[in-house]
């Protein structure tokens, strides 16, 4: 069967989400740019991949996918439903419960900082410090949350890698980019749990993908 298609750069961390579940899952699957300097994001083709006109889309097939985490879960149920531990009742509300977390929680804390630090400039903007601030404070909330749940277990869902690990993957190694990377030194456990996904081979691919020469 002809490989999956991810459609987006690698500098959105919606599309390297994508990336690091179709690694690790082992999944057959290329990566198409599409170019928002020219709006090709908003060309006929692209509007019939994503009908919201963004970033990431996902081709296999005739199936058509955007939603970054609905793409994961595509990758996860087709190639390695392990990452979901849908057939354990208790483990995969678990699994919900972190992945809800990290949408809602984490990223929703973490995207304001990485928008003002890495894309306003990149756009010839400036940084709105207490948009960074105020973000900085959340996510150090959410960070005590973490810090708890990892003390208890070795990772989010219980002591076994599951997709609500791996979907913080791609707006953490943004983090490091900005110059707000400490805020993690705080937390212990979460710097453990942090170095562990880093060993990952998924995730150094995907850390590699993300560096600007590529
Ligand atoms: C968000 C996609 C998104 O904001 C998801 O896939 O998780 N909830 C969606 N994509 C941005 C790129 S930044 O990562 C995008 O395509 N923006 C262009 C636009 O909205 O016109």
């Not at 179709?22 to 083709?45: D, M, Q, R, W």
């Not at 979901?84 to 483990?91: H, M, P, T, W, Y």
């Amino acid at each position: 069967m002809a490989p999956m298609k991810l459609y987006g750069a690698t500098m959105s961390w919606n599309v390297t989400r994508c990336a690091v579940a179709l690694e690790e899952a082992g999944a057959e699957y290329e990566i198409v740019p599409i170019n928002f300097a020219t709006a090709e994001h908003k060309s006929p083709e692209h509007l019939a991949r994503n009908p919201f006109g963004q970033v990431p889309a996902l081709q296999d097939g005739d199936l058509y996918i955007w939603e970054s985490r609905a793409i994961c879960k595509y990758a996860a149920r087709k190639c390695k439903p392990d990452l979901l531990k849908e057939g354990n009742l208790v483990e995969s509300a678990m699994v919900d419960v972190w992945m809800e977390v990290e949408a809602n929680q984490y990223t929703s804390a973490l995207d304001p900082i990485l928008f003002e630090c890495l894309i306003s400039p990149m756009l010839g903007g400036s940084t709105n410090q207490k948009v960074v601030e105020d973000n900085l404070e959340k996510l150090k909330k959410v960070l005590e949350v973490y810090e708890a749940r990892l003390t208890k277990c070795k990772y989010l869902a219980g002591d076994f890698l599951s997709l609500a690990d791996l979907n913080h993957v791609s707006a953490t190694l943004c983090l490091f980019g900005t110059p707000h990377a400490s805020v993690l030194d705080g937390y212990p456990h979460v710097k453990a749990w942090w170095s562990s996904l880093m060993e990952r081979p998924s995730v150094q691919k995907v850390a590699a993908l993300m560096k600007p020469s590529a």
